[in-house]
C-alpha cells in the first residue's frame, strides 16, 4: 500500500473535525479576540474593554485579558468559564474584585492581578478558588489585608504582593494558607508586624521582605515560621542586631544586606543552627566577632562594609579559617590593606599599631571612606524642627523627642507620621492640616487624656490610628471626624471604664477595635451603632461582669470577639445571637463555673474557634456544645475543674483540641470521651485526676474502661472447673495451639471426646500443651 493510499482513509475524519471547529470557533469567539479551540486559549489584549467578554467558549482553559479598561470585577463575572486553569488580568485599571468574583473558578491554578489599582483585599474577594497554587497582585496599591481574605486558598503555593502600599500586617492576615511555600512582601512601606502576623503558615520556607521600612528584627513574629529557610530582609533601615536576635530553627540562607547595620552581636544567630549562608554587605560594619552558634555557617558576605583590618579583625579571621568559613568582602583601611580581600589576609599580619597611631589611622580612614554627608537642601524635604522626614519613603517621625503640641509643617506626601512618646496630654481640633495622604498615624505612650472632635480632621487616607496606652477615659461623638477610611483602630491600655459608645458613628469602614486592658465594666445595648462593618471587637482584660442582650446588635459581619480575662459569670449567649457571623470566641480566664446546654447554640453555624481555657470551670451540660459540628477547628479546655465532658463526637473537623490541666474521672462516664480519642487522628492532652491511683495518668492510656458495660472485656484465661468440650475445647485449641486435634473434632462426632469428659479443661492448661 502506497503512503498516499495508508493518508486517504483519514480524510473524512479530518473534513468532520473542520466542519465542527469551524463553527465554534467563530461563534464562540468574540470578534476582538484571539481564540484557540484546539488549545482551548482565548487572548483579549490591549482591547480596552470595561468587562469580561461574556461569549468567549465555555470550554476555554487559558484567558488572558491584560491591558483593558476592567475597573471592577463583579460577583460571578466567570460564571460563564468554569474550566479555566490560566487567568491573566494585569494592567486592567482594577480598583476592586467583588465578593464571589472569581467563585465559579474551581479548576484555576494561576491568576496575575499585578500593575492594576486594588487597594483593599476583602475577606470573600477570592472565594471559590480552591485548586490555585499562584496568585500575583504585585504593583497594585493594596494598603489593607481584611481577616480571612486568604481563607479558601488552601492550595497556594505562591503569593506575591511586591510593589504596594502595605504599612502593617495584622495577627492572622494569611490565615488559610496551609501549602503556602514563598510569601513575597518586597517593596512595600512596611514598618510593622503584629505577633500572630504570620501564624497558621506551617508550610512557609520562603519570606521575602526586603525593601520595607522595618526598623527592628521581628524577632518574635519570625518564631511563628518553623519550616522557614530563606528569609530576605535586605533594604530595611535596622541599626543593630543584638543577643539572640533571630530563632529560626531550619533557616540556611539570611539576606541582610543594603541595611544600616553598626553593629551585630556575635550571638544575635545563635538559635539559628542550621545557617549555611549569610549576607551583611552594604551596611556600616566595621568591626565583627567571630559568630556562636552559627557551627554550619558556609560563607559569610562583608562586601560594601568598611571593615578595618586591623587586630580587632584577627578573631573572625582565625575563626572564618578555623571553621571553613569563606568570607566575602575587602578591607577598607589601613591604608596598606585596602582593597585587599578578607579571605587573602592571614591572621598573623592583621596587627595594631600603638593606640595613638591607631587612632589617628582610623580616623584618617574613617574621614576619607565615609566623608561628612552633605547637608539636604532645605526645601528637599518639609520637616518640623527636631522631627526626621524621609522623602524616598514618605515617612516621618518625631517620636520620644518631648514635644508638648502637635509638630506642624509636614511634607503633603508623608504616609507614615510617628509621633509616639511625646507629652500632648491634649489632641485640638485640626490638629494634623496638610498631610491628607497619611495613612498610618502613631500616637503611643505620649499621655493623652483628651481628643477634641475633628482632631483628625482632613485626614482623608488614614487606616491606621494609634492611641494605645495613654490616659484616655473617654471619646467625643465626633473625635474621629474627617477619617472615614480609618479601618484599624488601637485604643489599648487606655482608662476606658465604659465603652465609648457613639464614638465609632464615623467610622463606616472600621475593621478591627482594640480596647484591651482597659477598666469597662459593661457592654450595653447598642455600643457598636455606626460601626457596621465591625470584623474584630477586642476586650481582653477588662472588669466585664454583664454583657446586654442586644450589645452587639448591630454585628451582621462580626467575626473575632475577645472577651479574655474579664469578670463573666456566664456564656453570654443572647448577645452572641446577634453576631451570626462569628468565627472566634474567646472567654479564657473569666470566673465561668457552669455552661448551660446549648450555651452557643446561636453561633453554632459559623464558630471555628472557641477558648474555654483557665475559666475554673468545673461542670459542662452534655447538650453544652449542641450544634457544633465540623465547621469547629479548635476547642480549648485545659486549665479548668472538669471531671466529666459533654460528647465531642460531633465536631469532626477538629484540627487543636486541649484538655490539659482538668481532674477528669477516669470511670464509665467517661468511656465516650476514651472512645471518641482513640478514632480522631489528634493529639488530645487529656489526663486522670481521679481516682487517685490514676492521678496523672493519660486517659488513652488507662485499661478501667475495658470493664465498664457494652466493652468487651479483656482476655482471661477460662475457668479450670470442668465444661462441656463442645463449648470450650476447640476455642483455646484454635487460639493458643497449632496442634491439629482440636480442628479434627469439628468434622468427628462427639465420640472421641466423651471417653475422657475430666480431661476437656485440662487440654486448655498450661501442662497440657507442654511436650
Not at 556575635?266 to 560594619?285: C, E, G, K, M, R
Not at 471626624?481 to 464615623?506: D, I, S
Not at 462593618?533 to 446588635?553: C, D, E, M, Q, S
Not at 482476655?715 to 487460639?735: L, W
Amino acid at each position: 500500500m502506497s503512503p498516499m493510499e495508508r493518508v486517504a482513509p483519514l480524510w473524512p475524519v479530518v473534513a468532520v473535525l473542520l466542519f465542527s471547529v469551524a463553527p465554534a470557533r467563530t461563534s464562540k469567539c468574540p470578534k476582538f479576540c484571539i481564540c484557540d479551540n484546539i488549545q482551548l486559549t482565548a487572548a483579549c489584549v490591549g482591547k480596552n474593554l470595561t468587562e469580561v467578554p461574556p461569549t468567549i467558549n465555555e470550554i476555554t482553559v487559558k484567558l488572558d485579558l491584560k491591558g483593558n479598561n476592567i475597573q471592577q470585577l463583579p460577583t460571578g463575572a466567570f460564571l460563564h468559564t468554569p474550566y479555566l486553569t490560566h487567568l491573566s488580568l494585569q494592567r486592567c485599571n482594577i480598583r476592586s474584585v467583588r465578593e464571589g468574583a472569581f467563585r465559579s473558578l474551581g479548576r484555576l491554578v494561576f491568576l496575575n492581578l499585578a500593575n492594576n489599582n486594588i487597594d483593599i483585599l476583602y475577606q470573600e474577594s477570592f472565594d471559590g478558588l480552591t485548586s490555585l497554587k499562584q496568585l500575583l497582585i504585585d504593583h497594585n496599591r493594596v494598603e489593607e489585608i481584611q481577616p480571612g481574605a486568604f481563607s479558601q486558598l488552601g492550595f497556594l503555593n505562591l503569593l506575591s504582593l511586591t510593589h504596594n502600599q502595605l504599612v502593617y500586617i495584622p495577627n492572622m492576615a494569611f490565615q488559610g494558607l496551609q501549602n503556602i511555600k514563598w510569601l513575597r512582601l518586597t517593596h512595600n512601606s512596611l514598618n510593622n508586624l503584629a505577633t500572630e502576623a504570620f501564624a497558621g503558615l506551617f508550610t512557609l520556607t520562603r519570606l521575602s521582605l526586603d525593601h520595607n521600612e522595618l526598623q527592628f528584627f521581628p524577632t518574635q513574629t519570625m518564631t511563628r515560621l518553623p519550616e522557614l529557610t530563606r528569609l530576605d530582609m535586605g533594604y530595611n533601615p535596622m541599626t543593630y542586631l543584638g543577643e539572640e536576635t533571630v530563632s529560626m530553627p531550619k533557616l540556611s540562607h539570611l539576606f541582610l544586606d543594603h541595611m544600616s547595620l553598626q553593629d551585630f552581636s556575635h550571638i544575635a544567630l545563635f538559635q539559628v543552627p542550621h545557617l549555611t549562608y549569610l549576607d551583611l554587605s552594604h551596611n556600616q560594619l566595621r568591626v565583627l566577632q567571630p559568630l556562636v552558634g552559627s557551627h554550619k555557617l558556609a560563607r559569610l558576605n562583608l562586601s560594601g562594609n568598611p571593615v578595618y583590618c586591623n587586630c580587632y579583625l584577627r578573631p573572625l579571621r582565625e575563626w572564618a579559617v578555623r571553621e571553613r568559613v569563606r568570607l566575602g568582602g575587602a578591607c577598607a583601611g589601613p591604608p596598606h590593606f585596602a582593597g585587599d580581600s578578607l579571605a587573602s589576609v592571614h591572621p598573623p599580619e592583621l596587627r595594631c599599631q600603638s593606640q595613638e597611631a591607631m587612632l589617628k589611622a582610623e580616623l584618617e580612614e574613617q574621614s576619607r571612606v565615609t566623608p561628612p554627608p552633605t547637608p539636604k537642601p532645605a526645601d528637599r524635604v518639609k520637616c518640623p524642627a527636631n522631627c526626621d522626614c524621609e522623602g524616598e519613603t514618605h515617612h516621618s517621625s518625631c517620636e520620644n523627642r518631648g514635644h508638648t503640641k502637635v509638630p506642624r509643617g509636614f511634607s503633603p506626601d508623608t504616609r507614615l507620621l510617628d509621633l509616639r512618646g511625646n507629652h500632648f496630654h491634649y489632641i485640638p481640633g485640626n490638629s494634623f492640616p496638610g498631610v491628607a495622604d497619611v495613612v498610618s498615624l502613631h500616637l503611643q505612650r505620649c499621655k493623652i487624656h483628651e481628643v477634641e472632635g475633628g482632631a483628625f480632621s482632613g485626614m482623608k487616607s488614614l487606616v491606621y490610628l494609634y492611641l494605645s496606652e495613654n490616659d484616655l477615659s473617654s471619646l467625643s461623638p465626633d473625635a474621629f471626624k474627617g477619617v472615614p477610611q480609618l479601618t484599624y483602630l488601637h485604643l489599648e491600655r487606655n482608662k476606658f471604664t465604659q465603652f465609648p459608645r457613639g464614638a465609632f458613628k464615623l467610622l463606616p469602614n472600621l475593621l478591627a477595635l482594640h480596647l484591651e486592658h482597659n477598666s469597662i465594666a459593661r457592654l450595653e445595648q447598642g455600643l457598636l451603632t455606626g460601626a457596621a462593618k465591625l470584623r474584630g471587637l477586642y476586650l481582653t482584660g477588662n472588669a466585664i461582669h454583664a454583657v446586654a442582650p442586644k450589645a452587639f446588635n448591630p454585628a451582621p459581619d462580626l467575626d473575632t470577639l475577645h472577651l479574655g480575662s474579664n469578670q463573666l459569670k456566664e456564656v453570654p449567649t443572647d448577645a452572641l445571637g446577634q453576631a451570626p457571623s462569628l468565627a472566634e470566641l474567646r472567654l479564657s480566664g473569666n470566673p465561668i463555673r457552669w455552661v448551660p446546654p446549648e450555651a452557643f447554640l446561636p453561633i453554632a453555624g459559623s464558630l471555628k474557634h472557641l477558648y474555654l481555657d483557665g475559666m475554673g470551670l468545673e461542670k459542662m451540660s452534655k447538650d453544652s456544645l449542641a450544634g457544633l459540628g465540623t465547621e469547629l477547628r479548635s476547642l480549648l479546655l485545659e486549665g479548668n475543674q472538669l471531671e466529666e465532658l459533654p460528647d465531642l463526637s460531633p465536631l469532626t473537623g477538629l484540627e487543636i483540641i486541649n484538655l490539659s490541666d482538668n481532674p477528669l474521672l477516669c470511670d464509665c462516664p467517661l468511656l465516650p470521651l476514651r472512645k471518641w480519642i482513640d478514632k480522631v487522628n489528634l493529639k488530645v492532652r487529656a489526663t486522670c485526676g481521679h481516682p487517685p491511683e490514676l492521678r496523672g495518668r493519660k486517659v488513652k492510656d488507662v485499661h478501667i474502661f475495658k470493664s465498664c458495660p457494652g466493652e468487651v472485656p479483656p482476655p482471661t484465661p477460662p475457668p479450670k472447673g470442668p465444661k462441656p468440650p463442645k463449648s470450650t475445647k476447640p476455642k483455646p485449641a484454635h487460639i493458643n495451639s497449632p496442634k491439629p486435634k482440636p480442628v479434627k473434632a469439628k468434622s468427628k462426632p462427639r465420640k472421641s471426646q466423651t471417653p475422657k469428659p475430666p480431661a476437656a479443661p485440662k487440654t486448655t492448661s498450661k501442662k497440657s500443651k507442654l511436650p
